[in-house]
Structures are given as C-alpha cells and as structure tokens.
C-alpha cells in the first residue's frame, strides 16, 4: 500500500453520531501553524507530494501577488517577488529538504523550517547587501510554503467555499458562531467534551463530530480525505475501499431510519398511554428558525441571545435586538420561545468589551453576575426582549442563577426596564413570564427560595453537571468522570421539578441531558414538563417518547434514585430504550 493512502484509525470521544466522509479544513492558529513530528519511512513520499504541491501553490501566489503589484504601483516594485520566486524554484534548497526527510524521519514543516534557517544564516553572515537582503527573501519564502502546508485560520472559516470538515486542536465559540455553517459537515479536534461549545453546535447542526482526539490537528494534513464517525468516536483518515463500502450500508440504513422519524414532525411529544410534554428546541440565531420548524419542534426553550453579541464588532443595539427576537417569536407564534439573557463569561467572549484573564472563567464573573454588573448592557437586552414579546409567546429566563437574592435584583432591573418602555410609551406585554436557569447546585437546593419570584424552572444540566461533580466541562481528560446520571445529578433534578410543582410551576430541561435519547424516559419519569433540545434530535427524542408508557418512566426513575452507580442507571436506561425503540439505539450507537 503506498503512504498516500495509508489509513489512519483514532479513537476519540463520539458526541454528535452520523458518518460522514469529506476534505479536511484543517484550522490551525497562527500560534500553532509549526508542530514538529516523527515520521516513518513510509509517510515520506507522502511528506514530499505535500512539499511539492505547497511549492506550486507558493508559486502561484506569489505570481499572483506579482501581477496585482504590478498593476498598483509599476513593474520595478514587482521586482522583489522575482527573489521570491527564485528561492521557489532553488533546485539546491529543494533538494537539501527532500533529502532531510530522509535522512531524519521529521515532518517536512520541521526540515523545511530548519533548511531555510541554515540558508538564511549563511546570507545574512556575507558582507554583500544584495545577498544579506535574500536572507529576508528565503525567510519570507517559507513562511508562505509553511502557511500552505499547514491549512487554513479561523477568519477563513466565514468564507468557506466546499462542504468540508473541520479539523483543529480546538474550536473557541467565537469561531463555530461566525463560520459557514452550509459548508461544514463535520468537526474533529484534540480537545473538547460532550458539551463543550462545539459538540452542542454539531448536534444543532445535526452534523456528526469527535472531540478528544488528542493529535488530530497534526495527523492530517490540509485536504486530507477524513471519515468521521461520531456513533464511535472514530475519525479515520484517508479510509480504504473496504473501510467506505461498510460505511456505504451503514449510511443508507440509517437514512433510512431518519426519513421514517421525519414523519414525525407534527405529532406531538406525547406517550402511548397520553402523557404529554412540550418538546421545544435550543437556538443560537435567528436563522435557526427553519432548522425547529423542520424538525417539528414546539418553539424554542433556549435561545443562547449571547451568540447575536459574539458575531459582531460592537454591542448589539437595543433595535438590532429587537429585529432578531420579533423575527423568531413571530415566525413560531404561539409557540413559546424563552430568550435567555446573555451568558458570557466561562468561554464565551466579546472580543469588544474588556474582560481580565480569570483562572477559573466558568466560575467567574460571568452570565448574570456580568449582567448584574453592568445594568445599561443588560437593560438593553430586557427592553428590547420586552419590546419584542408583543409579537409572540416571548418568555425571557437569567442563567447562571446562584441566590434567590440574584433573581430579585434581575427582577428589579426588569422592572425598570419595563418602567423605561411606559415612559416612552412603548407596547410590551406586562405579564411576560419570567424564567431561571437551574444550573448552579446552590440554586437547586434554594429552589424553594427563588420559586416566589419566577414563573418556570430550565433545568441546565451542562452547568450543573460540571460543577456538582467538579468536572469542567470542556476538559477532554476528565470527560469520563462527566456523568449525568451521577445520583448526585438525579437527586438536583427530581428536587427542582419537586419543589417547582409544589409552588406550582413548571420545570424544564433545556442541558444536553434532555436531548439523549437514553435519558429521556428517566427525565420523564422525575416528572420533568418541557424538554429543549437541539433541533436535529427532536425527532429522536418525539420517537422516543411516543414509545415510551409514563408508567415505564415512573419506574425507571423509581430504580435509579434507588441505585448507587451512575453506570448502572446508565445500563437501565439503554435497556429501556432499547427495548422501546430499537431504531434510535440504531442512530445512536
Ligand atoms: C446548560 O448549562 O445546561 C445550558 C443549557 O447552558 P449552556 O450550555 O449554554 O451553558
Ligand atoms: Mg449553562
């Protein structure tokens, strides 16, 4: 078998399922564009296609740059790049690299970079100008082969032009918030967990993608053919014939599931014996609309508004605001859709609004406690939700809720909010309902305290996992001790919902615990009301429960608040959906 197409297998951690087979986008930062690496003699004919055609495309760009100079400012300024193209086309300097390939078995960046250092050293030591400037030529030179080499940055992922997957060490939220979502149809990195910003994006996006994969971002080479398996957290790089002919069938029998669950889109989420819940989905902007309308979601239980913050150069507007709340309420009117202020902080930044470096962000000065903290930012979301919530069945919640005190002065602060809109004599609706995000354990246990100043309870298990268990949640390594069914978790929930439904009001999950069909029957069973997940699942999680009785629920939750593991009420509730709805265990495993 030859080094072009030798397959690579690694295993990684599966958190949207789906196969799917494309190019790599390698993004790779600046910081990172020069990873040394060992090679085996059979990757160096591989190392040297990749030198040669990052020449090429070297040249060519530097013929490019040529011409448009030229153009600007007159042939003798173009001169320059001719020095350029002679380091391009220097038969001794090209062969010094591909014989250093040979002899020490390091990735061409490494052998290239170390050339161009020795050549560059020598012309800068000759009393000659002329010369000593080449210094700076061979320098320049193999920075842009290096660039070519190595793939592509992050702003270049708003301009994507082919389907492709994303390969990178990791993907910041700013990044997955402004890139070409049309284009991409997978995501692999080195790091990440299962609700680490880019897995819940892949899940939105009902695109597969693995995380934790450690050296992805050096194992593939820019424009590699990838197979991404995120069923079993495999990405498989440059698959055999044989590798692609079984994925072949697997791909066709559950496409097949999927267009039998797209069937599904009007029914409701209701069990076989008639329980029946609000299944809504979690959006990051307004363009998602079509994405809930298609799945057959009821409205929107999560809109994560910090992403219309983190898109742009500047603070949205109270009326930009408004523009993309309206659109969104009035295209799913009547169907609810709960606005979450904004949750900065932890790993969502702006790059305008100064923010110091925290050692612990997630537990720092983030989401409410940022809003608190600066009430002309956070009045100006509430006016404009207030304003919008004349155009639909708008709700608006706080996240990050630690103290009852917390919700009483956000209340405060909407009330002004509301007091300013009277003034100017703008319309709102006076009874909007108002909502807090359960996230934080000590707002789970003080739920009785904060239930008097709200109408509804959002259950975010993402949160509420990382810091019951003290596992981060974007952390790769520690992503095994990230269990949701931990008894410590199922007793949170089962004493929110509890203590909501004492004081008569409703609880929701909106964490990605919600959209895992295995847990759905347990969550049903704690008695949870409203379930908001990421759209592509909706029809997962509908099967699920249109197979489910409410008595199979009640009983598993019965067994698992009984047990001690959270391997055993993990095993319980496979064997209950298994059992209800094979198929999904299909698409999911
Ligand atoms: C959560 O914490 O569960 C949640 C839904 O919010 P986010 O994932 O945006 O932190
Ligand atoms: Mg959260």
Redesign the pocket.
């Known amino acids: 078998m030859s080094a072009e197409t030798k397959e690579i297998v690694l295993q990684g951690i599966g958190v949207s399922p789906g196969v799917v087979i494309s190019n790599a986008f390698l993004l790779i930062s600046e910081e990172e564009r020069y990873v040394e690496r060992e090679i085996s003699a059979d990757d160096i004919p591989r190392e040297i296609t990749r030198f040669e055609e990052a020449l090429i495309e070297t040249r060519r760009q530097i013929h490019d740059i040529q011409e448009q100079v030229k153009e600007a400012i007159g042939q003798e300024n173009a001169g320059i790049f001719d020095a350029h193209l002679l380091v391009v086309d220097d038969r001794a300097f090209v062969e010094e690299v591909i014989r250093g390939l040979s002899s020490r078995h390091l990735n061409v960046e490494t052998v290239l970079h170390d050339v161009s250092e020795r050549y560059a050293a020598a012309l800068g030591r000759i009393e000659d100008d002329y010369l000593r400037e080449r210094a700076a030529d061979v320098r320049d030179v193999t920075r842009r082969i290096l660039r070519n080499l190595a793939g592509r940055s992050g702003s270049e992922l708003m301009k994507l032009a082919e389907p492709c997957v994303v390969i990178a060490n990791d993907l910041a939220p700013s990044e997955t918030a402004t890139m070409n979502r049309e284009k991409v149809v997978g995501f692999a990195t080195d790091l990440g967990s299962p ?1 680490s910003h880019t897995a ?1 994006m892949a899940r939105a996006l009902g695109i597969p993608a693995v995380v934790g994969l450690h050296d992805v971002s050096v194992r593939v080479s820019a424009n590699d053919r990838v197979l991404i398996d995120g069923n079993r957290g495999l990405l498989i790089i440059r698959p055999t014939e044989d590798r692609l002919d079984s994925y072949g069938k697997l791909i066709e029998t559950r496409r097949h599931i999927q267009s039998e669950l797209a069937r599904l889109r009007d029914e409701s989420a209701e069990t076989s014996d008639g329980y029946r819940v609000l299944l809504s989905a979690n959006i990051e902007n307004p363009d998602d609309i079509r994405a809930v309308q298609e799945n057959g979601a009821c409205g929107v239980g ?1 809109f ?1 508004s910090e992403f219309l913050y983190m898109t742009r150069a500047d603070l949205p507007s109270e009326d930009d605001q408004l523009a993309a709340y309206r659109k969104v309420a009035e295209a799913l009117k009547p169907d609810p859709v709960i606005i979450r202020t904004i ?1 900065l902080g932890g790993d969502k930044f702006l790059s305008h609004v100064r923010m110091a470096q925290e050692m612990n962000p997630f537990m720092g000065w983030r989401a409410i406690r940022f809003c608190l903290a600066q009430p002309d930012i956070f009045k100006t979301q509430l006016r404009a939700i207030l304003r919008a919530s004349v155009s639909g069945n708008v709700r608006l919640m706080y ?1 990050m809720i630690s103290s009852a005190e917390e919700v009483v002065q956000a209340n405060q602060l909407l009330e002004e909010a509301k007091q300013e809109l009277r003034d100017q004599g703008q319309p709102f609706n006076e009874d909007i309902e108002v909502g807090v ?1 359960i ?1 934080v354990p000590s707002a789970a246990l003080v739920a009785d305290l904060i239930a008097p100043h709200v109408q509804f309870f959002s259950i ?5 996992v990382q810091y019951t268990l003290a596992v981060d949640r974007v952390n790769e390594r520690i992503a095994y001790l990230y269990e949701p069914t931990h008894p410590a978790i199922l007793k949170l929930i089962k004493h929110t919902i509890d203590i909501g439904h004492a004081h008569g009001i409703w609880t929701g999950i ?3 615990m919600a959209g895992n069909p295995l847990m759905v029957p347990l969550l049903m069973g704690l008695g949870a009301d409203e379930f908001s997940v990421s759209p592509s699942v909706v029809p997962i999680v509908k099967d699920v429960i249109r197979n489910l009785r409410y008595a199979q629920a009640e009983e598993l939750a019965a067994q698992a608040m009984a047990s001690m593991s959270p391997k055993e009420v993990l095993d319980i509730c496979r064997k209950l959906t298994q059992e209800i709805a094979p198929e999904v265990i299909e698409l999911i495993e």
């Open positions: 609700t819940i999560l994560r949750d996240p995000m996230e975010g298990t993402n949160d509420l909106c964490g990605e």
